[in-house]
């Protein structure tokens, strides 16, 4: 395994990031209030197979899935969501959030 230069450590995705784009695909599933499988396979596929989730644990998935929808009943709980991922994800993952959050919403064929 080759030893990875400055810039790629630093293009390397850190652990809040995965979190974080995790976290948006799954508010993006569940803006509709109604998780299809589409999204759901979707939003796994994207975790199992994109280079950027690499080191992201699969299992981690549920207990996100349940922080974002506590976050859904909250009053300002999508404004908090959007503070964090507004105040936590670098400037260079906002297209790649933006791609994988409009994957998601058209995974079922239709944008509600």
């Known amino acids: 395994m080759r030893a990875l230069t400055g810039e790629q450590q630093g293009q390397r995705l850190r652990s ?29 596929g994207a975790v199992n197979n994109l280079p950027i989730f690499a080191n992201y ?25 959007f503070g964090l991922i507004r105040d936590n994800l670098p400037q260079r993952l906002f297209e790649t959030a933006y791609a994988l959050a409009c994957a998601v919403a058209a995974s079922d064929g239709t944008l509600r």
Not at 19 to 40: C, F, G, K, W
Request: aromatic share 2%; glycine share 2%; no cysteine.
């Open 57 to 81: 644990d699969i299992d981690r998935m549920r207990v996100m899935s349940q922080t974002v929808q506590d976050l859904f009943a909250e009053e300002e709980g999508l404004d908090a969501l």
């Open 16 to 44: 809040i990031d995965a979190l974080i784009l995790v976290a948006l695909m799954i508010a993006v599933s569940l803006s509709d209030e109604q998780v299809r499988t589409a999204e759901l396979l979707k939003i796994e």
